[in-house]
């Protein structure tokens, strides 16, 4: 497309061409330029320099982005700048120094999301604003006490004199409604002649509850810091059952609202929020089957643009009491049904990483076996595992296989709740497929059952119905050589982890992870 600019009388035009910036050889005594639909992408410092005499500037549907802060400059006769349909997201509205004769604005379906309080202040013959369709959310009541035009309207009131009309273009904006805008909101509500506004019904986008409403049927609060208080500050419970922790919260803006356990970020799909009023939240954290790892305290942040507090809510597990007898009889029944909590504590692409606490009477002493195989195998692989080390690995996994492993005291049968039955995702031909596959599962699994990281399994009690639907969706196994290696005593284990696609912690008695599907 080639650039064709026609020039009649004293005004220069330019529609619907290549052009990139600016004409450098505009004629002086020109008094109107409109260049639309082109491909001006900003307006660098003294682009219209040698235009001093110039009146009207239209520069509608280019690309613009950028405005220099003198891009105006030497215009004091501009009356009349229409920049719609660009894509700017700010202005430097002190530019509007060099412009002080400036009647008409014109900045609809631009991208503005910002308004300073000073944006007016220099521009005191406007008599027609549009600011519609841009990204604007929240912006100041002082924005327009600024607005020298406004000032003179106040003033004419007070002497009974007769002022012209200034038109403000607002509408088709994302309005937030909540405190943020409250000043604003009784502005529109007040504004009558000679300031008029070119559509009155603005309405708000959010929060959700205000969606679709206008201005004039909402009464917005004022802001405030939140306040966290809970239901209960102390919890006790016993292993594997759920515990729920709310956390209530008061605040204008609504605040965000998090949970953290050992300086680290609980993850989102085990906290649900829910607005009680529109200044009240009620966040509610679960831990499903809680687990000794769980214990201690939980802290509820709350925070908005005023400021933060949290709550402090301690959690306290009950194990199950063991019966001490110093005979060498009694100390074998109180090994048999001594407590042992297993669970994966880290997953990787190329296997898993187990993590177990005992209760038992002297664990500096205590020896371990694990028991590790195919489901189907009915001799397993044992493992011995000396005092002082409560993590093992196992790496190089078959990918479709059904796998169990057990944590048993010394060389004991393994009991129920003391194995986790698992299965790995489906054989694919390229290792980085694989990779990502794998890690895609695990992901969605947690995400699925909205639990705690690595509690997508099934659990003792489901275990064969599991299994059947499990069944449905194997691949072939593949060949392969599994190879287990001990592990250091680490304290590894978060039951509720950062989100890293790292590993994965925590689960219920029996896991189970399949292909795309989470049983």
């Known amino acids: ?147 020298p035009v406004y000032q003179k309207t106040q003033q004419s009131e007070r002497k009974m004199e007769v002022s012209s009309n200034a038109v403000l273009a607002l509408h088709d904006n994302p309005w937030i409604c909540d405190c943020r805008l409250r000043g604003f909101v009784q502005f529109i509500k007040s504004v009558s ?28 609060n004022s802001c405030m810091k939140p306040i966290t208080s809970s239901l209960d500050s102390n919890l006790t419970v016993h292993v594997g059952l759920n515990v729920t922790m709310v956390c209530l919260v008061q605040g204008s803006p609504s605040p965000a609202v998090w949970w953290t356990y050992g300086l680290k970020h609980l993850r989102a799909f085990n906290v649900s929020t829910t607005h009680i009023s529109e200044d009240t939240v009620k966040s509610e954290l679960v831990i499903p ?83 590790f195989g195919k489901y189907d195998d009915s001799k397993k692989e044992m493992i011995y595992i000396g005092p002082g080390t409560n993590t093992y690995s196992v790496n190089d996994l078959l990918p479709a296989t059904k796998y169990e492993v057990c944590v048993t005291l010394r060389s004991q049968t393994p009991r129920k709740g003391q194995c986790i039955v698992f299965i790995t995702g489906s ?24 639990v705690p990281a690595g509690m997508y399994a099934c659990t003792t009690e489901t275990r064969l119905n599991c299994m059947e639907k499990c069944a449905g969706f194997c691949h072939k196994n593949r060949k392969g050589q599994k190879n287990l290696r001990a592990g250091n005593k680490e304290n590894t284990f978060d039951s509720l982890p950062t989100g890293s696609e790292e590993g994965l912690t925590g689960t219920t008695q029996d896991q189970v992870f399949y292909g795309n599907t989470a049983l």
């Open 1 to 147: 497309m080639r650039v064709s600019c026609f020039q009649f009388l004293l005004s220069l035009l330019c529609m619907s061409t290549s052009l990139r910036k600016i004409p450098g050889d505009i004629p002086q005594d020109i008094r109107k330029i409109r260049i639309e639909n082109s491909h001006l992408t900003e307006l660098p410092r003294g682009s219209f320099s040698n235009a001093s005499a110039l009146e009207y500037l239209w520069l509608n549907f280019n690309n613009i982005t950028v405005m220099h802060l003198k891009s105006l400059e030497y215009l004091k006769d501009l009356t009349e700048l229409r920049l719609q349909g660009n894509k700017l997201s700010s202005v430097p509205w002190t530019t509007f120094q060099d412009t002080p004769a400036l009647k008409i604005l014109d900045l609809k379906h631009n991208r503005l999301d910002v308004l300073p309080e000073n944006a007016l202040r220099y521009l005191p013959n406007l008599t027609y604003l549009d600011l519609s369709s841009n990204q604007l959310n929240v912006i100041s009541r002082d924005v327009f006490y600024n607005w």
């Open 193 to 220: 002649p000679p300031v008029i506004l070119m559509n009155s019904y603005l309405t708000c986008s959010s929060p959700k509850f205000r969606a679709g409403k206008f201005f004039h049927e909402v009464e917005l």
């Open 289 to 371: 089957s809680a687990h000794l790892m769980d214990e201690g305290n939980y802290t509820c942040t709350a925070a908005n643009f005023i400021g933060n507090t949290s709550t402090i809510i301690s959690l306290k597990i009950q194990a199950p009491r063991m019966v001490a007898s110093s005979s060498s009889f009694s100390s074998s029944v109180s090994e048999e049904n001594a407590y042992v909590d297993v669970r994966i504590a880290k997953q990787t692409v190329y296997g898993i990483t187990l993590e177990w606490y005992a209760v038992t009477e002297n664990p500096g002493e205590t020896w371990y076996t694990l028991h």
């Open 427 to 450: 054989d694919i031909s390229e290792l980085e497929q694989r990779e990502k596959l794998i890690h895609i599962i695990i992901i969605v699994c947690a995400m699925v059952l909205a």
